[in-house]
């Protein structure tokens, strides 16, 4: 039979093998790759067993860099260079990040397209790139401690990031060159990882205050299926604006002025989160602050003083957790179980004032560092297809709503915050004026009315309407939102069918074009590394189409082809197992594209057939 | 067999076409459907089943959204019998109607004079909420027992104008809460 012919025995085109995937937790302070290992997922270790990787890269003039502890410990003596909660930055314009500037140390210019750029010894380097290169440390730590090559990773982002952040992330994760299976929310992560351990039902809230991010979730589990009814939030506020508010005490009582330099600046944050953390077993923490010229500063911070003054940021939390509620349509007595998770919900003000606020004690069972890595690694391991049938399955929601500008620089909202996704909308506009052949589209994300008060996302043009009286053109503006919380959006002029179709790209992202352009210059032997690269895609992808398609011909082939359909199908299947074996990257892709053309009926009935059969079992008696 | 993209949500979910529903088995059969179709189902399948699948999966949830909803759902069945409601159309000259609208309003807009604003607004709340209740099984009477199509347009239109006062009041109560915590 020739769909044999198809796999070729001993390659990775056999069924059922199981494919080494990875969870990731990229956090504004540490980060943590976890994997699921006989059934457990858990986070790994470096060779000298930590599990926390210190979100900080260091730059050198030698053009090379360190990644975690090693680039941290020289970041009070070259604050320049070492990056540190480069994750704040992730898909901000530069105006966005000089008004962070007060408190950050380093030079930004602006890149080309508007997108910020860190002056470093080794040469200017984006927000992205950074976070990139704290990603490739990870990934050679899962290969090594898997033993393989990752066929693909989740990575986890704040719920509340919005698109430009969440495509900033993606980006960051392909130029590590890591195969992104899933953006996946940090708190929906923590979900899982508590989820799978209780299976019990009921909702539950997860409250995330990390370093630099905080989010609130409300969830749904059912029988494996968790859907997230609400999620709320700040991605401004987190553990390290604890920290400023006691270094700037420190600074207050050492009679210190203003404007520290770069390295006590450093210095100061290093000890505040320091005494924070050790405030969480002791009653009061003394602190030595060396100032300049051997002169210290030396004072007693109490646990007491220290609620005081973070009081006013743990309460900025309670406003997100009392909108997430009212989104849901719930009080804090539904709640069955609040779920505490990032490291800044070790201080023991934030978990008295979320018990208060819940009426419930939080659940503090897993380490709040590590559960969203570990939900993570079990979200990869299925995505990656090595869980059974009836595995379970994640419902989530855009955090904001998604609009488009209309006249007065007002905003008409498109999908509203808290969508189950992935999700379309359209809505229809017209011309306003006899005679205009185009419109400009501004994409916006936020609630507030006015487009300023918004987050711009991306700006198109729809050309080429043809001229009508004003009013006659009906213009379909379309906004789709994907399973990773991504948009993309077209328009289409109703009357004459003309188009237009963007990926959004933040107006201060990277274009596919610089993304491929900064791989291309991370390797040695720019030329043949990008030509193995693509060929080890293709293969790849002609590797998963193939498998896939086997695995669902062995189904239902019989019921759902003809055999002209059939006989096709296999032919162009047949010519792409050819071409898989030679090393002509485009000839896979066209053998790939020629299979996916000649199978698009049989994909299609399919997955409707699937839906039937679900289906099937409530038919027709239930009909009264 | 024809297409699930081209079926109504109804016959999507296997329910009958009428405005009562069992709500525990529209989100049972939801999850059944996004088990099936989810694109997390195909995260290591070809672009094209992916494709398909985050179609798919769009499509029932918002089929969900509107068969969950008691207006869109009242609207929905209305469109699927031929009598769309438009969203600029305005309910006929109904005295009595419009009198409770501008009360409510009047209320509304007085809350924050109030002694104490979060509870009055909690009360009024509660009354539009009453009110919303009181149409929605009039609607259904009416749709799902009715011979006549327009008393189910005029509800469907009322339960709007109740659908705007409830957001106005939940915008009021983040406001009042922002303020005053």
Known sequence: MALLQISEPGEATAPHQHRLAAGIDLGTTNSLVAGVRSGVADTLPDSEGHHLLPSVVRYLATGEHQVGTAAMQQAASDPLNTVISVKRFMGRGVDD??????????????????????????????????????????????????????????????????????????????????????????????AVAYGLDSGADGIIAVYDLGGGTFDISILRLNQGVFEVMATAGDTALGGDDMDHVIATWVMEQAGLGDDPDHGLQRRLLLNACAAKEALTDSEQVDIVVEIEDGRKWQGTLTRQRMDELIEPLLRKTLGPCRRALRDADLDAADIREVIMVGGSTRVLKVRTMVGEFFGREPLVDIDPDKVVAAGAAIQADVLAGNKPEDAMLLLDVIPLSL?????????????????????????????YKDGQTAMALHVVQGERELVDDCRSLARFELRDIPPMTAGAARIRVTYQVDADGLLSVTAEEQTSGVKAHIEVKPSYGLSDNEIEGMLRDSMDHAEDDMKVRR???????????????????????????????????????????????????????????KLESVSTTYVDRRMNANIQKVMAGHAVDEFK | ????????????????????????????????????????????????????????????????????????????????????????????????????????????????????????????????????????????????????????????LKMQYFMRLQNEVQELEADLEDELF
């Open chain 1, 97 to 190: 990040v000089k008004s962070l500037g007060s408190v950050l140390p380093y030079e930004f210019v602006a890149g080309e397209s508007g997108m910020p750029l860190i002056r470093t010894a080794a040469g200017d380097r984006s927000p992205v790139q950074v976070s990139a290169d704290i990603l490739d440390e990870l990934r050679q730590r899962a290969e090594q401690t898997l033993g393989g090559e990752l066929a693909g990773v989740v990575i986890t982002v704040p719920a509340y990031f919005d698109d430009a952040q969440r495509q900033a992330t993606k980006d960051a994760g392909r130029l590590a060159g890591l195969n992104v299976l899933r953006l996946l929310n940090e708190p929906t992560a923590a």
């Open chain 1, 403 to 431: 609009g488009v500008e209309t006249m007065g620089g007002l905003t008409e909202k498109i999908i509203p915050r808290n969508t189950t996704i992935p999700v379309s909308r359209a809505q229809e506009f017209t011309t």
């Open chain 1, 535 to 593: 060929l080890r895609e293709q293969q790849v992808e002609a590797d998963r189409v193939l498998e896939a398609l086997q695995a669902a011909m062995q189904q239902d082939a019989d019921s759902l082809l003809g055999s002209e359909e059939r006989s096709a199908i296999e032919r162009a299947a047949g010519e792409l197992a050819a071409s898989r074996k030679g090393s002509d990257y485009r000839a896979i892709k066209a053998a790939i594209e």
């Open chain 2, 1 to 156: 067999m024809s297409s699930t993209l081209t079926q109504n949500y109804f016959e999507l979910f296997s329910l009958p076409q009428q405005y009562v529903l069992e709500h525990a088995d529209l989100d049972a059969r939801y999850r059944e459907l996004q088990r099936t179709v989810h694109p997390d189902r195909y995260a290591s399948a070809s672009d094209q089943e992916r494709r398909f699948s985050m179609q798919q999966a769009t499509h029932i949830n918002e089929a969900y959204q509107v068969l969950k909803d008691p207006l869109r759902r009242g609207r929905y069945l209305l469109e699927l019998r031929g009598h769309a409601v438009e969203d600029q159309q305005t309910t006929h000259q109904d005295p009595e109607f419009l009198m409770q609208q501008i009360e409510f309003r009047e209320a509304l807009a007085g809350i924050r004079q109030q002694d104490d604003p979060l509870q009055a607004l909690d009360r009024l709340a509660r009354e539009i909420q009453a009110q919303y209740r009181t149409l929605e099984s009039e609607l259904a009477q009416a749709l799902d027992a009715g011979e006549e199509f327009e008393p189910a347009v005029t509800l469907v």
